[in-house]
């Protein structure tokens, strides 16, 4: 999807309330895997420093592992997604 594909996704799914929308949003705002969506807890939010630390995943066939590239990583939380974590 392009920048306004994008946009556009979240504008509708926000104004249908789409019971999703939260998740798609965290997911094209951070850029997170989806393992890694499902493996993070709040712990590692700080919304002070608008950071999440990106240290695990999750699949159904190994469970709970590092991520895919093995390091850990800090994703920048985005300005338009700091309303909604909170």
């Keep these: 999807l392009n920048e306004e594909q994008i946009l556009l996704l979240l504008r509708r799914s926000q104004e249908l309330d789409w019971h999703w929308y939260p998740h798609y949003a965290v997911a094209l705002y951070t850029g997170m895997r989806n393992g890694e969506l499902y493996a993070l807890t709040w712990d590692k939010v700080s919304l002070d ?38």
């Design 49 to 86: 420093k608008r950071q999440i630390l990106v240290n695990c995943s999750w699949s159904s066939k190994d469970g709970y592992k590092s991520t895919k590239s093995g390091d850990d990583r800090i994703v920048e939380i985005p300005m338009p997604l700091l309303p909604l974590l909170k």
